[in-house]
C-alpha cells in the first residue's frame, strides 16, 4: 500500500496543514507519515494557537527514527508544508535525499515529491519566519517534482505577478518545475492553474465568500493522490479543485467554520460540476 512522508503543521483542533492533509490522503488508502513542524491546539488566524514550534533537534530524531524503522523505502509521495525555521527546510531536503535514495524493488515507483512553499498569502503578507523563504527557494524548490503555490507566494517566488491565468502561467514557468497555483481570479471567478514546459491549464469555479482555511493545503494532497495514481495532470488538476470546491460547498452548507474532510468521504476523490477547465497553452 502506498505511504505518505508529510512534512507539515500538526494543528490539533483545525483542519489545516499535514494533520488535515494526512487525513484527505487516508481516502486514496495512502499510509500517512506526518512528521510535524509545529504542534499547535488552534489556526493562529483564530487567535493564540497554543503550542510552538518543534525543535529542530526533534525534527530531525524524529526524521531519523522512521528512517531506522524503513519508512522511507516505502514511501510514495513526499509532501512539504509549513516550516518554522530554515533548518527545518534543511533536514527535509536531506531527509527527500534518502528517501529516494532508499533502495526499493525493481517494480517500486520512483517517489514523489511535491513541494508546497508555505509561506504567506495575499492580505495576510509573510506568515513564516523571515529566514525561512529563502531556504525553501535554495534547498527543496529544486528537489520538486511538482510545486504548488499559491499566487502571492508564486510572485515572491518570481517577482512577477500571478493573480491572473496567463501571468500566472508566466510565472509559473519561471519556476523551472511543474507548478500548481492557487487563489488565481478572473472576474467572479477563482481557481487554479497548472503550467510546465509543454502545456497549461486553468480549472476555475465561482468564488466563495467565505472559505474556511486550509483549501492550499487541501489542493496540494488532492493534486498529488491524482498523480501518484498516474492521472493526466488536466484531470488531476479539475479533480483536485472539484474536491476543494465541493468541501468549501460542504462547509458552508453546514455552517463549520473549518474543512470538513472527513465527513465529506469519497466525495472528495470526485471531480465536481461547478469547476470548468480550459486549456490555457
Not at 163 to 174: N, Y
Not at 249 to 264: D, G, I, R
Request: charged content about 20%.
Amino acid at each position: 500500500m502506498p505511504a505518505a512522508l508529510i512534512l507539515s503543521s500538526f494543528v490539533a483542533s483545525s483542519r489545516v496543514g499535514g494533520a488535515m492533509q494526512a487525513l484527505a490522503l487516508a481516502e486514496f488508502r495512502f499510509e500517512p507519515i506526518l512528521v510535524p513542524t509545529v504542534l499547535f491546539g488552534r489556526h493562529p488566524g483564530w487567535g493564540a494557537p497554543g503550542g510552538g514550534p518543534v525543535a529542530t533537534e526533534t525534527f530531525e530524531s524524529l526524521l531519523d527514527g522512521v528512517e531506522a524503522n524503513g519508512g522511507f523505502e516505502q514511501v510514495d509521495l513526499v509532501l512539504t508544508g509549513y516550516f518554522a525555521s530554515a533548518a527545518q527546510v534543511r533536514a527535509a531536503a536531506r531527509a527527500i535525499d534518502a528517501v529516494r535514495a532508499a533502495p526499493r524493488g525493481p517494480e517500486a515507483r520512483k517517489p514523489l515529491v511535491v513541494v508546497d512553499p508555505t509561506m504567506g498569502d495575499s492580505g495576510k503578507g509573510l506568515y513564516v519566519q523571515p529566514e525561512v523563504p529563502p531556504a525553501i527557494t535554495a534547498e527543496l524548490i529544486r528537489r520538486a517534482d511538482y510545486v504548488t503555490p499559491n499566487a502571492w507566494e508564486l510572485e515572491r517566488l518570481t517577482g512577477i505577478s500571478a493573480r491572473a491565468p496567463q501571468s500566472a502561467v508566466d510565472a509559473a514557468r519561471l519556476l523551472g518545475r511543474p507548478t500548481l497555483v492557487s487563489s488565481v481570479e478572473r472576474g467572479q471567478e477563482i481557481g487554479v492553474v497548472y503550467a510546465d514546459r509543454n502545456e497549461a491549464w486553468f480549472a476555475a469555479h465561482a468564488k466563495s465568500p467565505d472559505a474556511p482555511r486550509g483549501t492550499g493545503d487541501l489542493l496540494s494532497a488532492l493534486f498529488a493522490a491524482a498523480l501518484s495514481e498516474g492521472q493526466p495532470v488536466s484531470y488531476a488538476l479539475a479533480r483536485a479543485t472539484g474536491g476543494v470546491a465541493e468541501t468549501v460547498a460542504s462547509a458552508a452548507m453546514w455552517k463549520t467554520p473549518e474543512l470538513p474532510v472527513v465527513a465529506m468521504g469519497a466525495k472528495i476523490k470526485a471531480a465536481s460540476p461547478i469547476v470548468r477547465i480550459e486549456r490555457l497553452a
